[in-house]
């Protein structure tokens, strides 16, 4: 019997952006869909089963944290990492996210933060680079779950 992959949505309005992360996150092995606007991220959400939603935080339209935020409301659950471009945004704009992380961060950082944010059976399926746990300890301590 095979295993079904982690789906992960991810939305950026730079393709050369969502084809990177699309192209290291299905290296990893994870299923992946794409979407370039927050539209299009939206639709997908609404009809898709996802494990996992990446997403960027500046996008023409609506922000990431807005969409964040809207996600939440359909789908609490739903696990959401934000990137940005800035090293860091204010705590208001994190509050509907799982963990924030900058862009400018290295790939293995990337993946730890996807991995780790995956509730757990999906988490055990995907291989990853950086499967070791002391880097995915390291994310998750970096990014503790926020107080309700």
């Not at 095979?2 to 952006?17: A, F, G, M």
Request: with cysteine; aromatic share 6%; proline share 7%.
């Amino acid at each position: 019997m095979q295993r079904r992959r982690p789906v992960i949505l991810c939305i950026d309005d730079y393709e050369s952006t969502l084809l990177g992360w699309k192209m290291v996150l299905e290296s990893a092995g994870y299923e992946v869909v794409a979407a370039s606007d927050y539209r299009k991220g939206l639709q997908l959400f609404m009809s898709r089963a996802v494990d996992e939603v990446v997403l960027d935080y500046e996008m023409p339209g609506m922000t990431g944290d807005v969409l964040a935020a809207r996600m939440k409301q359909t789908q609490p659950d739903i696990r959401i990492l934000l990137l940005s471009g800035d090293s860091s945004l204010p705590n208001d704009k994190l509050k509907n996210v799982d963990a924030f992380l900058p862009k400018a961060e290295g790939v293995d950082v990337f993946l730890a933060s996807v991995k780790a944010l995956l509730p757990r059976p999906a988490a055990s399926l995907a291989a990853s680079p950086s499967d070791d746990f002391a880097s995915t300890a390291t994310v998750a301590e970096s990014n503790p779950p926020k107080a309700a």
